[in-house]
């Protein structure tokens, strides 16, 4: 019913920033709760940050550390994953994800995901 596609992955040094962003389609986008998440290789898909309906509410990964900013245009049907002072262990597929209830650090939070994009950090 939801559909989301992530883009702004990419191959960057440690200390370089990427954006990522989430297009939502299928179903109305702005009352739902929005998250990231990410999985390495051979790793579970953990939190990584999520958004309210209106942008008023977030929660970040201890991980993240300030680095990283979860944003939302709803008239885009966007959300963004802003993400600063990358490090190696930042390297995973980060995935968007969707929620019609609450926001959740928990991965059956959500309902909808997207594919994912790869985000490489290494010099």
């Known amino acids: 019913q939801v559909q989301m596609v992530e883009s702004g992955g990419g191959l960057v040094q440690p200390g370089d920033s990427l954006r990522l962003s989430c297009a939502a389609s299928?179903?109305?986008?702005?009352?739902?709760?929005m998250g990231w998440f990410r999985q390495a290789p051979g790793k579970e898909r953990e939190f990584v940050a999520g958004i309210n309906w209106n942008g008023g509410r977030t929660d970040y990964a201890d991980f993240v550390k300030g680095r990283f900013t979860i944003s939302r245009d709803n008239a885009k049907n966007t959300v963004y994953l802003q993400m600063n002072s990358l490090q190696p262990e930042d390297t995973a597929v980060y995935y968007c994800?969707?929620?019609?209830?609450?926001?959740?650090?928990?991965?059956?939070?959500?309902?909808?995901w997207g594919q994912g994009t790869q985000v490489t950090v290494t010099s």
């Open positions: 994800a969707a929620s019609s209830r609450e926001v959740s650090r928990l991965r059956r939070g959500y309902d909808y």
């Open positions: 299928g179903r109305s986008f702005s009352g739902f709760i």
